[in-house]
């Protein structure tokens, strides 16, 4: 039996994707192995997630586990566990919250751009000394075909703009618009989740839709538009990678944001398994206590 002097190990997830519901399924006695329905609720177009390859099971582990949301989605799919919604107030409000909370693990597994969070998260860890592990889905890889402009920011891709074409289809999320409001010649479909909010580019459509996107379903969006460049992120999700095979195809230039790298020192995960692994590594024995039941 587990020493009951001692409260389960809290891990505290960053959440917000599909990867992060799926390592709280598999950390959850009960949920783990869940099937994530399709069509599920994502962030954002170019904040779109899908599950890992590789199914993330484990036996049903003595933990607490808490995920935290950052309340920018009208209905998001919660997650398996304890809930939080709203943000920490900077590192400090996060190192804070981790130690008044007795955390014993921190695992961001936000969106691959969601920079400003990971930041913040390796400064808390650090400061209340707690173990940080980031989960991050791979990224794209151009096959051949692609036509690919690949630029490390939202700017320089709407510097890159009008050299490349004048009917776009902006995938970067509703957030974003902002960095192309000043472009007025061209015109933008913009996806997205949410309604989007001033400022925007003065031509623009918006549609509100969510993935998982089909290939068929891309190729027919791109010819009723007149599509001829691509705008996206590379967050690295199957449910949207099927913009870019319809790109590959029409041979539409696609404008690729490089992501922002992970914060030094901070080791990675590459899907919910491996996450499990690593908490494994560290907490055998809340692991072990399952089969002492």
Same mark, same amino acid.
């Given at each position: ?72 989605? $009208? %209905?998001?799919? +919660?997650? #398996?566990?304890?809930? =939080? &919604?709203?943000?920490?107030? /900077?590192?400090? @409000? !996060? *190192? ?60 320089? $891709? %709407?510097?890159? +703009?009008? #050299?490349?074409?004048? =009917? &776009?289809?902006?995938?970067? /999320?509703?957030? @974003? !618009? *902002? ?61 949207? %990678?099927?913009? +870019?095979? #319809? ?47």
């Amino acid at each position: 039996m587990p020493d009951a002097a001692r409260p389960p190990r809290h891990v505290l997830i960053l959440g917000g994707t599909t990867e992060a519901r799926r390592l709280a399924a598999a950390l959850v006695p009960g949920a783990a192995g869940s099937p994530e329905p399709a069509g599920a609720p994502e962030p954002a177009e170019g904040a779109e997630h899908v599950p890992s390859p590789e199914p993330a099971q484990a036996p049903e582990p003595v933990l607490r586990v808490t995920t935290s949301l950052a309340g920018r989605v $009208a %209905a998001p799919r +919660l997650p #398996a566990g304890e809930v =939080r &919604i709203g943000g920490f107030g /900077g590192p400090e @409000g !996060l *190192a804070r919250w981790l130690r008044e909370h007795a955390v014993d693990a921190l695992i961001d597994a936000t969106h691959p751009f969601a920079d400003t969070i990971s930041h913040n998260a390796a400064l808390a860890a650090a400061t209340a000394h707690v173990p940080l592990l980031v989960l991050r889905r791979p990224g794209w890889v151009p096959g051949p075909g692609d036509n690919w402009h690949q630029v490390t920011s939202l700017d320089e $891709a %709407a510097a890159a +703009l009008p #050299a490349l074409g004048s =009917r &776009i289809f902006l995938t970067t /999320g509703r957030m @974003g !618009l *902002a960095h192309f409001a000043h472009l007025t010649d061209p015109w933008f479909l913009v996806r997205s989740v949410d309604a989007p909010e001033p400022p925007h580019p003065p031509r623009m459509e918006v549609l509100l839709d969510r993935g998982p996107f089909t290939v068929e379903g891309e190729r027919a969006l791109l010819r009723a538009h007149r599509i001829d460049v691509l705008v996206t992120k590379d967050s690295g999700a199957a449910a949207t %990678a099927a913009k +870019l095979t #319809a790109a590959r195809e029409a041979g539409i230039p696609v404008v690729v944001v490089r992501r922002p790298p992970v914060p030094d020192g901070v080791p990675v995960a590459a899907n919910p398994a491996e996450a499990v692994n690593w908490l494994r590594a560290r907490y055998r024995s809340a692991f072990n206590a399952a089969g002492s039941h």
